[in-house]
């Protein structure tokens, strides 16, 4: 049994033990804080959801909740429904069952509830526009959709997405390394419950900013009313910008008037080592007007530009936990600087799976080169064609 300290690093830990099958410990989850001592809603949620994905595991919580048991089942996958809490999004949830689907029994159909979008935790407008592709690249290629069919902004939420995604034998190597040049940018705003003029302003302002460097600026307007509109106001943007080699580096932010929950305050130490420091999160969570959120995330996607690599903050993670996952095979690729969040994920993959990776600095353009030599994992369950 392998044991950990803390809350940070909670859902990683949780998916690498029960992609590897060891059993696992972790103690002092928030032990020292007084006002909100032992595993938080959005944490038991999230240990709720992966019972319902799997079959035969075992989880124990101490009577403080401040010590966790979690003994592995079998990924079974299936029809899922989950409502998540409105402490986190819905992203927070989703981003770990991409990384367990396709090595399920049966291929997962998965609903979720809750708030869409935020600045804490990743959107699923960049779940559906970055990460999704990312599997494609590993051989998780066909039916895998993400719908988004109610939209929720923070802090009730009210929002409803379908995953689904097909269950694969073995994951393929990746040798990319090859960066490209910039050919175009994509976005999507949103709105619900305030004015379609503000997805508008967001989208002139953005493309406003963006067009100086590039002629390819295409952002959509989403409007969403009634019911598919959620139980809170709310706009955001997301942007992606594709290299001519497919790479694909993104950026996102939503309008929040004030902090939603307490509850987010304990978790965003770690949102904000997943996204190195300087992604989703925003302190002041509050845009005066709908033009200075566009810019703020047009900035925002320069400065992922700017940072180069073939997978961006978003993405690191999953790029090199399929790399260990993959075949016997030398697996290679090229990311941004290496986000705190992604270097505890090479620390737990090596605990986990025993998979070292070798980090070569690229001192021309301030990238890093990732190689490693996988796993062989396999989908027993997966029967072959």
Not at 132 to 161: H, M, N, Q, T, Y
Request: proline share 5%; hydrophobic share 35%; with cysteine.
């Amino acid at each position: 049994m392998l044991r950990f300290e803390g809350h940070n690093f909670f859902r990683q830990r949780l998916l690498l033990a029960t992609i590897s099958n060891r059993p696992i410990r972790i103690d002092k989850i928030r032990a020292d804080d007084e006002d909100n001592t032992g595993l938080a809603d959005y944490e038991a949620s999230f240990l709720r959801l992966l019972e319902k994905v799997t079959n035969g595991c075992t989880i124990e919580i101490s009577y403080t909740g401040t010590s966790v048991v979690y003994r592995p089942g079998v990924i079974v996958g299936g029809k899922v429904r989950h409502d998540c809490p409105p402490s986190r999004a819905i992203g927070y949830f989703l981003e770990p069952m991409i990384a367990l689907a396709p090595f399920g029994k049966h291929p997962l159909q998965l609903t979720m509830t809750g708030v869409t979008n935020d600045n804490v935790d990743v959107s699923v407008d960049t779940v559906r526009t970055l990460l999704l592709p990312c599997l494609k690249r590993f051989g998780v290629e066909d039916d895998v959709e993400l719908k988004i069919s109610k939209r929720g902004a923070a802090p009730k939420g009210g929002g409803e997405i379908y995953f689904r995604c097909p269950v694969v034998r073995q994951l393929k190597a990746v040798q990319f390394i090859e960066e490209g040049q910039i050919k175009r940018i994509r976005g999507i705003a949103y709105a619900t419950r305030v004015s379609p003029q503000m997805a508008n302003r967001v989208t002139e302002a953005s493309r406003g900013m963006l067009t100086r460097y590039i002629p390819d600026v295409y952002v959509y307007t989403d409007v969403y009313k009634g019911a598919e509109s959620g139980s809170s106001p709310g706009y955001a943007l997301t942007l992606v910008a594709e290299t001519t080699t497919g790479a694909l580096l993104s950026a996102e932010c939503a309008f929040q008037p004030r902090k939603h929950t307490s509850a987010v305050d304990a978790g965003e130490r770690e949102a904000e080592n997943s996204r190195g420091g300087e992604g989703m999160l925003v302190n002041d969570y509050h845009f005066p007007t709908p033009e200075d959120l566009g810019t703020h995330t047009a900035r925002r996607l320069l400065q992922e530009i700017k940072k180069g690599g073939c997978f961006d903050t978003t993405s690191q993670w999953l790029g090199v936990l399929f790399m260990a996952l993959g075949p016997e095979d030398v697996g290679k690729i090229r990311v941004s600087a290496l986000a705190p969040f992604t270097i505890q994920y090479l620390r737990d993959i090596k605990a986990f799976l025993g998979i070292t990776f070798k980090i070569t600095p690229d001192q021309a353009n301030q990238t890093v080169i990732l190689t490693c030599l996988g796993s062989g994992y396999l989908n027993t369950s997966k029967k072959v064609a």
